[in-house]
């Protein structure tokens, strides 16, 4: 097809013999329209043969379509465009879904824009709803682990396009051993040599929300668009703050149906087993039998039964099992304080996390154990109704050291994603441990969590990266959710959104969080300066002392959202 400034864009269109008029299942993507995402989804073929003319298209400049490629560019003007093409189609309805994740997620929002009357329904899974702080930057952090690697790969593919090997050689190198020790780690050589013209740079140099955020960002210019979104997502995605920030803002004020899952999955892959855990069978990639019924619904006027079920899918890891709400839950607070000997990064008896109870929930074994703790000039537990006893005031201090920057495991943010067993990790002494006594029941998280944390340093600026992990009994330590945030210019206390969650923490498994001053190479070691990380050479790093207080008059804390199971 010819776009309205006369650029050819190329699709391979996929459908069944038959005679019957078929609707429309659309794709836009940059990697090339042969691989159709079937990294995660099945193939159109399989699409085809329940009856829909699939259309797999090269996004502008990319695979065999014309014209430059310019990151997220010209989506909206070029899906429009694409949407008034396919949907007359010979022997289709002229009605249009599409689907995808990640880029090809994003398509679909620049798509729907303006509202094409063919386009009926989409599933965007695993987008952002604001470039910058759903995918950029976390917290003001550059993602640079994420960012770096996909930059890396688009650019050697056009390198490979235009024919130029030895730069396509040098890329496809670097992609197996991203080059963070150049002179500027943010801003290696080979992506000033090799690809000056990558969204990289922009990324990089657009280090704070602004225009060139705004621009972009579907949160700014889907504002009118009301249309049946399936959103997908993965506790281990790195943009599952865009998911479920787009689901928000479309349940709010659309007119039609707006779904939600999210399961135990990574970008990719999308299964049963990710990191250290095996999910079980319940964990299995469900999404193309579910789009297929989202489809039929919109596409085909059947009635799949999807819509007298819950809207929201949440995979409760721990359990290994779904749990269905009529929205994402914000139910209980439950809080635990912060407490150390001031040894917290050098014995993991030394911090530990009390729980903040309320008077009607406290028994007489705890208040017995208030009374020997006390005795002994121990940790307390901050029963503020009570004046039992107060939290005493503790310092504990950890040593940034950008020549050995504690390094990435799991979580969402690095790759491999998922859960790791971090019990050796938690032994280094630039990271603080904070770990509860074994739960006297189970504890159902769900939904947000935050840390606070009253941290100053001796620089103009830091990291903080914090961990939440279940301990057990054998001495295991598997991360389940994690956040991480720059900071420039340091209030107290400091406030770390985690990844939101679901997970059933057992009976007699401990909570531990851990804290650290770096996340490498997630994320760029913070110098100490207050330079971004297009500006920082590698030896400009600084040493930085950490100093976390804790206690009644500095009451650390993290804040979790837990809904019982009925």
């Not at 940059?30 to 691989?35: L, Q, S, T, V």
């Not at 396919?86 to 994003?106: I, N």
């Not at 039964?305 to 914000?330: C, H, I, K, T």
């Not at 979580?411 to 491999?416: A, I, L």
Request: net charge negative; hydrophobic share 35%; glycine share 6%.
């Amino acid at each position: 097809m010819l776009t309205r400034d006369g650029i050819r864009l190329d699709a391979d269109i996929y459908r069944p013999e038959t005679d019957s008029k078929l609707p429309i299942l659309l794709m836009r993507q940059p990697y090339g329209k042969a691989i159709a995402s079937t990294v995660v989804y099945a193939h159109p073929t399989w699409y085809a043969s329940h009856g829909y003319i699939v259309v797999i298209q090269d996004v502008r400049g990319r695979g065999t379509s014309e014209g430059k490629f310019e990151l997220f560019a010209n989506e909206v003007a070029d899906g429009k465009d694409t949407i008034n093409s396919v949907s007359q189609l010979p022997g289709s309805t002229g009605e249009v879904g599409m689907y995808g994740f990640s880029y090809q997620g994003m398509t679909q929002l620049y798509t729907a824009v303006h509202q094409p009357t063919a386009l009926k329904a989409i599933a965007p899974a695993m987008v952002a709803y604001d470039l910058y702080s759903d995918w950029a930057y976390e917290n003001n952090a550059f993602c640079l682990q994420a960012n770096l690697g996909w930059a890396i790969q688009l650019a050697a593919e056009t390198a490979r396009l235009q024919g130029h090997e030895t730069a396509y050689q040098q890329l496809k190198c670097a992609s197996g051993n991203l080059p963070l020790w150049d002179k500027i780690p943010s801003l290696p050589d080979i992506m000033q040599q090799s690809a000056p013209d990558s969204f990289y740079h922009d990324w990089l140099n657009n280090s704070l929300p602004g225009d060139y955020w705004n621009k972009l960002s579907p949160k700014n210019i889907l504002q009118d668009i009301d249309i049946p979104m399936l959103h997908i997502g993965g506790w281990f995605d790195p943009y599952l703050r865009g998911t479920l920030n787009l689901y928000r803002a479309m349940k709010a004020r659309s007119q039609y149906p707006q779904y939600l899952i999210v399961a135990p999955w990574a970008h990719l892959p999308w299964g049963r087993k990710l990191g250290n855990i095996d999910y079980g069978m319940e964990a299995q990639n469900p999404i193309d039998e579910i789009q297929l019924r989202w489809f039929d619904y919109f596409l085909k006027g059947k009635d799949t039964g999807m819509l007298a079920e819950s809207p929201v899918s949440l995979f409760e890891m721990g359990s290994n099992q779904w749990r269905y709400f009529d929205d994402l839950p914000q139910d209980k607070a439950k809080v635990y304080y912060l407490a150390s000997d001031g040894l917290a990064n050098i014995r993991q008896d030394s911090g530990e996390l009390w729980e903040y109870l309320e008077e009607e929930e406290i028994s007489k074994e705890t208040l017995d154990q208030i009374e020997i703790l006390s005795s002994q000039a121990l940790l307390v537990t901050n029963l503020v109704e009570f004046q039992a006893t107060e939290l005493p005031n503790t310092i504990d201090t950890i040593v940034h050291d950008p020549w050995r920057p504690v390094p990435a495991l799991g979580g969402h943010s690095s790759f491999p994603g998922g859960s790791f067993d971090r019990s050796s990790l938690d032994c280094r002494s630039d990271i603080l441990t904070y770990t509860s006594a074994p739960l006297e029941a189970d504890l159902h998280i769900v939904g947000t969590i935050t840390v606070e944390v009253y941290c100053t340093a001796d620089t103009p600026s830091f990291d903080l990266c914090a961990v939440l992990s279940v301990v057990y009994p054998d001495g295991k330590v598997l991360n389940f959710t994690q956040g991480y945030i720059r900071v420039d210019s340091p209030k107290t206390p400091i406030t770390i959104p985690l990844q939101e969650t679901c997970i059933k923490i057992a009976q007699n498994q401990c909570l531990r969080l851990s804290i650290s001053g770096a996340c490498f190479p997630a994320y760029p070691v913070n110098p100490g300066t207050g330079q971004f990380p297009h500006e920082t050479r590698l030896m400009d790093a600084q040493i930085i002392t950490l100093t976390l207080k804790s206690g009644t008059d500095y009451p650390s804390r993290i804040t979790l959202s837990v809904k019982e199971r009925k």
